[in-house]
């Protein structure tokens, strides 16, 4: 089993490599990694609100519940993208391949 992660991380990896993952960071990137949490409402609140803005009088209560889940959707999503960042900083400081 530990093999098979071993294997599954180099090839991650390999894909960050070839995508640019070696290059630093810019000013944006450092700042979503440093506030992953904020990243997750500033993306959030904004779906939910345009949500519930579509969301009709008569049928509020269940267009309530999914206003919440698509701003808590996309919200998770951004703030995950935003702490896999923060790791792949972490690892670049930790090869020395970042500056500052």
């Known amino acids: 089993m530990a093999r098979m992660r071993q294997a599954v991380v180099k090839g991650l990896r390999a ?14 990137q450092r700042w979503g990694a440093r ?14 609100l345009f949500f519930m803005a579509l969301s009709q009088a008569d ?5 309530l519940f999914l206003s919440l889940g698509a701003g808590l959707v996309m ?3 951004f703030g995950l ?6 790791h792949r ?12």
């Open 35 to 48: 506030h992953p949490l904020l990243v997750a409402l500033c993306a959030g609140l904004p779906f939910t």
């Open 81 to 86: 993208t935003a702490l896999s960042e923060r």
């Open 89 to 100: 900083q972490n690892r670049l400081r930790s090869i020395g391949g970042q500056r500052g």
């Open 15 to 28: 894909v960050d490599r070839a995508l640019g993952g070696q290059q630093h960071p810019t000013r944006l």
């Open 75 to 77: 919200g998770s999503v």
């Open 59 to 63: 049928e509020i209560p269940n267009n």
